[in-house]
């Protein structure tokens, strides 16, 4: 019995010490700590490139189209994050990123993080970038994939970061938006299709100095639409485009010609006094409506026009019920460096030159 017991003793000594042997014969692996500079940086978005491409062009809808037509997949998540000493920690294979948090003062030339979220379609984490420079604030959006040390950074047309992006239902193209700081009623729209291994190319874009975008949605892959404002939120208007249907021309009708437009044009000398007559255009879309007041002049051919674009040059036709206004009733409008122009208002004097117009 005691040799029994001693053999047992004996058994156990032994496999324990086995053990204790395997844990030391195992290294521990740590990961390597690095910085946001030791991954490989791509920018997205590029100004050049988007003028190489077609234009987005829209169209009015409703809003209870807009509403029913939205696609709300592949949002952005809120994954947590762990932080260790102010400082994010992102496990990227072998190694962890480091990122500094937001919140303390920033110092000139520091670069400070704030999470925005984790897109799981992507496999990508969203930050946003703060700096100093001149004493001026910068911000910009990444995109650190969280399988491969890889950051894609989509370029902002201003100072700030661009707004969340949008991924399409079937993950094909990502959207988003910036409206100007510094501008009034001014914003970009930027389209990237999204590649088989997870990188970005430029697609379409869409620029606008008539309104502000509030928010933009996907109606499947083909179709997108934007909710806009032009007067602080107080109203707001709602537009689509189909990403197969783009405009070839280098300016979009909605974000070259929407808005108010008018010109007093003086037509001939009377017993009474100068003939004059005053334009009145409302643009939207594709629609205009002429508004004119005369004096020894006649009224004709007001109500709707259709606009169309052509080489940059805006053609206003009538279309509504007048008699005889179908051929004559037509306007040629275009933009030269920030500056409007008409073609065909007034009498035989002035009805083939460009005259100025004012936009309110």
Not at 300 to 329: A, P
Not at 333 to 349: M, Q, T
Request: glycine share 6%; proline share 2%; net charge negative.
């Amino acid at each position: 019995m005691k040799n029994i017991t001693q053999i047992l003793i004996g058994s156990v000594i032994l496999l324990c010490c086995t053990k204790e042997q395997k844990v030391i014969s195992e290294p521990i692996v740590q990961k390597e700590i690095v910085g946001i500079k030791n991954l490989k940086h791509f920018q997205v978005g590029l100004e050049e490139k988007f003028e190489t491409l077609p234009l987005l062009d829209f169209t009015e809808i409703t809003k209870n189209e807009y509403d029913n037509l939205k696609n709300t997949a592949h949002i952005i998540t809120d994954l947590p994050l762990q932080a260790r000493n102010d400082n994010y920690e992102l496990k990227i294979n072998d190694k962890i990123v480091q990122l500094k948090k937001g919140g303390n003062t920033l110092k000139e030339g520091e670069t400070q993080y704030d999470y925005l979220g984790f897109y799981p379609s992507l496999n990508m984490y969203a930050f946003s970038a703060n700096s100093i420079s001149d004493n001026l604030g910068f911000s910009k959006l990444y995109l650190i994939n969280a399988t491969n040390p890889s950051v894609y950074s989509i370029v902002s047309p201003g100072d700030d970061k661009v707004e969340n992006p949008v991924i399409s239902p079937d993950t094909k193209y990502v959207a988003y938006y910036y409206n100007y700081v510094y501008g009034t009623n001014e914003s970009f729209l930027g389209i990237l299709k999204i590649n088989s291994n997870k990188t970005f190319t430029e697609f379409r874009s869409f620029s606008s100095d008539n309104f502000n975008i509030k928010d933009v949605v996907w109606f499947g892959d083909d179709y997108i639409g934007i909710k806009v404002t032009d007067d602080d939120s107080k109203t707001f208007k709602y537009y689509k485009a189909n990403l197969s249907l783009s405009n070839n021309n280098k300016s979009s009708n909605l974000s070259g010609i929407d808005g108010n437009y008018n010109i007093h044009v003086e037509t001939e000398t009377t017993s009474t006094g100068m003939a004059s007559i005053s334009y009145s255009f409302k643009i939207r879309g594709n629609e205009a409506i002429l508004e004119t007041n005369t004096y020894h002049e006649p009224i004709r051919c007001n109500g709707k026009y259709l606009v169309r674009e052509n080489n940059n040059i805006f053609e206003l036709s009538y279309n509504d019920k007048e008699d005889n206004c179908t051929s004559s009733g037509i306007f040629y409008l275009k933009k030269d460096r920030e500056k409007y122009y008409i073609k065909g208002v007034g009498g035989e004097a002035t009805v083939q030159d460009w005259l100025q117009l004012k936009k309110e």
